[in-house]
């Protein structure tokens, strides 16, 4: 059996049986043209697959030397199907491997600082709107919030009123399986803002719930004159 010949045959089946797009097609030719390349075209045993697993390895990143050996190790498990192979090589050997933890990129904390200072900065200008003020004033609440707490973006777009104790300067996180976490807010310059912002959208939290969601007012509100 060569292996380039099946190939060809297994790519006519992703696309006409299987029916995957051809963006998927182009990357399962590309990979498993290089596979042969490396390899030959007969059929591999244990010691030429490891061998190209070291290959792999050497010249890619995890993702993806995941992706390759998928692309390989699904042609190998048509050829079985179709009873092409007798025994599938990748039976024997260990495709498995720890992935490396990439650390999410964090914003700076001068730039944090920039970025805060110029919202306060519009805050304290006198000849804005009061759409626009109360828009700044929101800003801030989500800023501050975010970064006093180290809130996700989801948790703090469904972060409920009935779950924020500006009093005591506490947030209860609903997670997922119903499990909670409490966070504490122990600055009172970042309280006093959320409490200047829950003042000022009183009226729409009681109608949407959520402390900080972006409401529909707020849209009505922008083609005010002067907004």
Not at 21 to 31: F, R, V
Not at 102 to 126: A, F, T
Not at 190 to 198: C, E, G, Q, T
């Amino acid at each position: 059996m060569l292996l380039k010949e099946e190939i060809n045959k297994y790519l006519n089946y992703c696309k006409f049986q299987k029916e995957l797009d051809d963006k998927t097609i182009k990357a399962y030719k590309a990979d498993l043209e290089q596979f042969i390349t490396v390899i030959g075209e007969n059929n591999p045993d244990k010691e030429m697959l490891n061998a190209y697993l070291v290959y792999l390895h050497r010249m890619y990143k995890q993702k993806t030397v995941k992706r390759k050996i998928a692309s390989v190790k699904a042609l190998f498990h048509y050829l079985e199907e179709e009873e092409l192979i007798e025994i599938n090589p990748f039976h024997k050997v260990k495709t498995k491997f720890r992935e490396e933890v990439i650390l999410p990129k964090i914003i700076p904390r001068d730039i944090i600082e920039q970025l805060l200072n110029h919202l306060y900065k519009e805050r304290s200008i006198k000849e804005y709107s009061e759409w626009r003020k109360k828009i700044i004033l929101r800003d801030i609440a989500v800023v501050e919030t975010l970064f006093s707490t180290g809130l996700r973006i989801s948790e703090l777009c469904h972060l409920q009123n009935k779950y924020v104790d500006l009093k005591n300067g506490v947030l209860c996180i609903q997670g997922k399986g119903g499990k909670e976490r409490y966070l504490q807010i122990g600055n009172n310059d970042v309280l006093s803002i959320l409490n200047a912002y829950k003042m000022y959208f009183e009226e729409e939290i009681k109608k949407q719930g959520y402390f900080l969601s972006i409401v529909m007012e707020m849209r009505c509100l922008s083609n005010q004159p002067g907004a």
